[in-house]
């Protein structure tokens, strides 16, 4: 048997050369992404930065740690404590102590990441001066880098400053040094210190004082600002990988075993020939399943070396484009590859083996009747497997929308439902091809001429020729659809909900994330006509089932003037009711009845007992909990809602509070500027991600769909001849065959739209049961482009092989035996 598939193989080299691109591309990717995620598990140890040179520092707690039964769990503090008085008295004791401040700075002509900090912590790091001197006065400043000179002077948004001295930049991040005493004027709040003391002294020194690290060694680098970026990174990617991964693994296993089915069942003549000829059902499996190996042993290594080469290109990018960290590079790992070489290798006899097994039980004049018209291209167990995958998905979504329908807003729930559905829709498509292909050439039939006629019928008739061509554009436009539209959905829900609660006139918005001091806020307090609440953003932490301790984001207001600017989606209870004794919790806590006390942290830590006072509902999961200031210690006035006063001029009312925030730098935005403004967007890696796993499968289903259409057209030349034969010019011939290639990308297109459809309602039905009606979004120009870009790929991948093949004469090509 391999002697005769080896045969076969230099036969039918087209069809067999479709199976060896298909199967190798998407053993590529899935070695790329497996090199990716297994280089994305680890980071290199970060040594400290900021305290590079320090001799011990001393921070305030940071971080809540609640005992649970299964072991400590532990939160980071929204509101981080500073080093206690008594405690640093005793430090004072043992050395100098330099208290430590970190705030934004924004300046004109400067980087973006502008970081101010006093200038006797300048040491630690250490920074040098390369010219000028030090800051002596609250108005003098020394830089790092180049972009500004000493003697210059920069607008900032605590006033006009003077350059007197430079340093040179030290890559982690972008300072500007004021004097100690200015640097606390601008940070009042210090949650850390450096102590130039002995370390075991330091330690006695705090012991005792709640929570407060001394940090010496390597732990120093716990000092720097974002101390787990490197963690929060490698999660971050690791999520990106992980579903770049998932999707494309399964977009290459879909492609490859349709791709391998199809050039089974096109040799269904050829098979009925063996047949005859005295082929036992046993010998035409062995031999399909030997072309099989074959084939797939050595696309699956080709595939190995192509990933080898395309994951370092991989990571360059993410790099690049600032989804990962400049470290990141990948890996010595071997199991990628062996991973990706049997996944290879098992698609392609998995996809061959159900094809070949029905070839064999076929006899062979029934077999040479087959392969003229599809007459049965449903089997039994692809009824069984398609509808079962179809009922599985509906069942699936009917359990989330009783049980939970916060669970189909989730990133993992809404990239993975397309894949049951498309799956499932393709495991059907031959039943659906027949009747769709006649709807979509319709009205073409009806024009004069035969062309449309036998657009129609050869797509009704050949459903596995048209229900291969088609799956990787069902895939791409599912994919598309599905991702890009769910995203943008929950984008305009989100919005939706800011729209909805926003009930203010005017919402003022601080310059920074140091909030707006209190001079500004009695200055808004103070504008005639506008009655203004002030919020300020915090946290709090709650035990939920005993073991998970939970942060829920907080707004800390006033509750009747709250009432006044904001309308909260309640459930249950009365914004009145809050007062300091109380929280407004939403509905995804596990306890949220009225009048039901709950244990919570305050986001410095402090636990209190807090009744219920009103229960929102869950929404996109962003409403949050509401306190009061007394509950939200420390916490900085981030947003101020004004409502206009009866009678109050909205020109004098806007005048007032722009003058108010003048010298903060704040922004005064109507509520619709501020709606638009705060359009959810999202998130960067998640949407780069997303442009990840649709820009490979574009570019492998784009591959594969050329690639089967080449298979297919090669494998009608005696077809094209016959219509030569009978009186239609090459011209003609070629227009069909284009035809008929955009017929069967339509199909696809319209069989990916129906999968998406089905997703973003889904989505849309969750929405609605958490008491969010939006509308549905549809990336109509994604959709489009990507349908587009297949017509091209297919009606030239089905044009240029009919038109090679018609350079000979009909009467030689219609003697062609498949």
Request: charged letters at 20%; glycine letters at 10%.
């Amino acid at each position: 048997m391999l002697s005769t598939a080896l045969r076969t193989l230099r036969t039918r080299w087209v069809t067999f050369v479709g199976s060896f691109v298909a199967l190798s591309l998407g053993v590529a990717l899935i070695a790329v992404m497996g090199l990716a995620l297994a280089s994305s598990l680890d980071a290199p140890d970060r040594a400290p930065e900021r305290f590079a040179a320090a001799p011990v520092v001393v921070k305030g707690q940071d971080t809540l740690e609640v005992p649970t039964s299964i072991g400590d769990r532990t939160q980071k503090l929204a509101q981080p404590r500073p080093v206690p008085d008594d405690a640093v008295a005793k430090l004072r004791d043992l050395g100098t102590v330099v208290e430590d401040r970190s705030f934004e700075v924004r300046a004109e002509g400067g980087p973006g990441d502008l970081v101010g900090h006093p200038w006797s912590t300048a040491a630690f790091a250490p920074y040098e001066l390369d010219a000028g001197r030090a800051p002596e006065a609250a108005d003098e400043v020394v830089v790092s880098g180049d972009w500004a000179r000493p003697g210059s002077r920069v607008r900032t948004d605590a006033g006009t400053v003077r350059v007197v001295g430079t340093v040179a930049g030290l890559g982690f991040e972008d300072a500007v040094f004021y004097t100690d005493t200015r640097a606390a004027e601008l940070s009042p709040r210090s949650v850390q210190l450096v102590v130039d003391a002995d370390a075991a002294a330091v330690r006695e020194a705090v012991r005792g004082s709640g929570g407060v690290e001394v940090l010496t060694g390597n732990a120093r680098r716990y000092a720097d600002a974002d101390p787990d970026r490197d963690s929060e990174a490698l999660t971050a990617m690791n999520a990106m990988f992980g579903t770049a991964g998932g999707v494309t693994g399964f977009v290459s296993v879909f492609v490859v075993a349709s791709t391998f089915a199809f050039a089974v069942a096109q040799r269904r003549r050829e098979f009925g020939l063996l047949r005859t000829a005295g082929a036992t059902p046993g010998q035409i499996r062995r031999m399909v399943l030997s072309e099989a190996l074959v084939v797939g042993v050595l696309a699956s290594a080709t595939g190995c070396v192509l990933g080898s080469y395309g994951a370092p290109k991989l990571a360059e990018w993410a790099v690049d484009e600032s989804l990962a960290p400049r470290w990141f590079g990948i890996g010595d790992y071997t199991w990628p590859y062996h991973m990706a070489f049997w996944t290879g290798l098992f698609v392609a006899v998995c996809g061959v083996l159900a094809a070949s097994w029905r070839a064999g039980r076929t006899g062979p004049t029934e077999a040479l009747r087959e392969a003229s018209v599809d007459t049965r291209a449903m089997t039994w167990g692809r009824w069984l497997f398609g509808a079962g995958l179809l009922i599985t998905a509906a069942v699936t979504l009917a359990l989330a929308l009783v049980s939970d329908p916060s669970d189909l807003l989730h990133r993992k729930t809404y990239v993975s439902r397309p894949m049951v559905l498309i799956t499932g829709v393709a495991l059907l498509a031959p039943v659906l091809v027949r009747p769709l292909a006649r709807l979509i050439a319709w009205l073409p039939a009806q024009l004069p001429g035969a062309a449309g006629m036998l657009v129609r019928e050869n797509a009704a008739a050949g459903v596995r020729r048209t229900a291969a061509v088609a799956a990787p554009v069902l895939v791409t436009v599912a994919l598309a659809g599905s991702l890009l539209g769910a995203t943008a959905t929950l984008n305009e829900a989100e919005a939706t909900e800011v729209r909805e609660q926003t009930a203010a006139d005017f919402v003022v918005a601080p310059a920074g994330d140091a909030g707006f001091d209190e001079a500004t806020l009695r200055k808004l307090r103070a504008v005639p006509g506008a009655d203004v609440s002030a919020t300020a953003s915090s946290a709090v932490y709650v035990l939920e089932e005993g073991v998970a301790l939970i942060r829920s984001d907080a707004r800390a207001a006033d509750p009747e003037l709250l009432a006044d600017t904001v309308r909260l989606p309640l459930a249950a209870g009365k914004v009145s009711e809050l007062d300091d004794d109380s929280i407004i919790v939403n509905e995804e806590w596990e306890k949220h009845a009225v009048g039901e006390r709950v244990d919570v942290w305050l986001g410095d830590g402090t636990k209190k007992s807090l009744k219920i006072a009103a229960v929102m509902t869950i929404g996109t999961g962003n409403n949050g909990v509401y306190v009061t200031p007394r509950n939200a210690p420390a916490a900085p006035v981030d947003r101020v809602d004004v409502r206009l006063a009866d009678g109050a001029d909205t020109a004098a009312v806007a005048a007032g509070l722009r003058d108010a925030v003048q010298a903060s730098g704040g922004q005064v935005l109507t509520r619709d500027t501020w709606v638009r403004a705060t359009y959810p967007e999202t998130n960067r890696t998640t949407r780069m991600g997303f442009f990840l796993v649709l820009g490979i499968a574009l570019l492998y289903t784009g591959i594969s769909l050329a690639n089967t259409m080449v298979m297919a057209t090669s494998d009608r030349v005696r077809d094209l001849a016959v219509l030569r034969l009978a009186g239609a010019t090459k011209w003609q011939v070629l227009r069909l065959v284009g035809a008929e290639a955009l017929m069967v990308v339509t199909v696809g297109g319209v069989l990916g739209a129906l999968v998406a459809a089905l997703n973003l309602m889904g989505m849309w039905s969750a929405l609605g049961l958490l008491s969010v009606w939006t509308s549905i979004e549809i990336p109509w120009a994604t959709l489009g482009g990507a349908v587009g870009v297949c017509a091209v790929l297919a009606v030239i991948s089905a044009v240029a092989p009919a038109g090679l093949s018609l350079r000979r004469r009909a009467v030689e090509l219609a003697g062609v035996r498949e």
